[in-house]
């Protein structure tokens, strides 16, 4: 049996979520990146007996389109599977049951799902430096009540049909910093970049993030009146503290 990480984490928060988790069962996991659009996912490898834990970010309450299109490629062959969604402590809404039908789909037997917080990946005073300590702590308890769970009947938070998906409406530009080494358009998830001139499409960027965080030369922006609009719009949602949840 192996632990198995299918993730798409263009920014990290993610990924430390689904490592707390994921570590409390093996040391050892598989990773598969849902975040490289390289990657033939009908490859991908899944037993039986594997226990899997499928992670996302909530953009705008609902699942990456990218990352749910990528995780319907791969058989889950009912292995058991552990949904984890990450959002910036506003709300996460539709996007565990998007992730619930997509793995369905898939051929993998839901067994639980957890909504965790992570910081936000636009608006970074939104549970800043989280998962913390207590996160953790709490994360890896909810991970020795999935170990020896076997039941596939999860009652999930969320609405069908989901909610409207929004726009990207952030779309990270390049500065005069900007050196032209390639990283971000190499590296963006839906290949949104122009590898020419280091512009993003806006019908196809999904507003992750994961260019201006890639940069070393901090080069690429997106607009501070936007985000600073943006941050007012969801302060009063943000402001309390929201815990990780989990469903069983």
């Known amino acids: 049996m192996n632990v198995v990480e299918i993730i798409f984490s263009p920014t990290g928060g993610t990924e430390k979520v689904a490592r707390i988790i994921g570590k409390q069962w093996s040391e050892n996991t598989v990773k598969i990146d849902l975040s490289d659009a390289n990657t033939d996912f009908s490859r991908c490898v899944i037993n039986e007996e594997d226990q899997v834990l499928i992670a996302m970010?909530?953009?705008?309450?609902?699942?990456?389109v990218a990352a749910i299109e990528r995780l319907k490629k791969i058989a889950g062959n009912g292995a058991k599977c552990t949904l984890v969604c990450v959002y910036g402590n506003r709300a996460y809404e539709d996007t565990l049951v998007e992730m619930e039908d997509a793995a369905k789909k898939s051929d993998f037997r839901v067994i639980a799902a957890v909504a965790a917080v992570a910081e936000h990946s636009i608006i970074p005073q939104y549970a800043a430096n989280r998962p913390d300590a207590a996160d953790e702590k709490q994360l890896a308890g909810f991970a020795a009540q999935i170990a020896s769970r076997d039941e596939n009947a999860v009652s999930i938070p969320g609405n069908r049909p989901y909610k409207k998906s929004g726009g990207a409406g952030l779309v990270p530009k390049p500065t005069k910093y900007?050196?032209?080494?390639?990283?971000?358009?190499?590296?963006?998830?839906?290949?949104?970049?122009?590898?020419?001139?280091?512009?993003?499409?806006?019908?196809?960027?999904?507003?992750?993030?994961?260019?201006?965080?890639?940069?070393?030369?901090?080069?690429?922006?997106?607009?501070?009146?936007?985000?600073?609009?943006?941050?007012?719009?969801?302060?009063?949602?943000?402001?309390?503290?929201?815990?990780?949840?989990?469903?069983l």
Do not use: W, Y
């Open 57 to 64: 970010p909530s953009f705008g309450g609902r699942a990456p």
């Open 178 to 247: 900007c050196v032209k080494c390639g990283l971000c358009a190499e590296k963006c998830p839906v290949q949104a970049i122009d590898s020419a001139n280091f512009t993003a499409d806006s019908k196809k960027c999904i507003s992750c993030m994961r260019c201006v965080k890639l940069c070393a030369h901090d080069a690429r922006k997106v607009n501070g009146a936007m985000v600073s609009i943006a941050a007012i719009a969801i302060k009063k949602a943000c402001s309390v503290r929201k815990e990780n949840e989990l469903f």
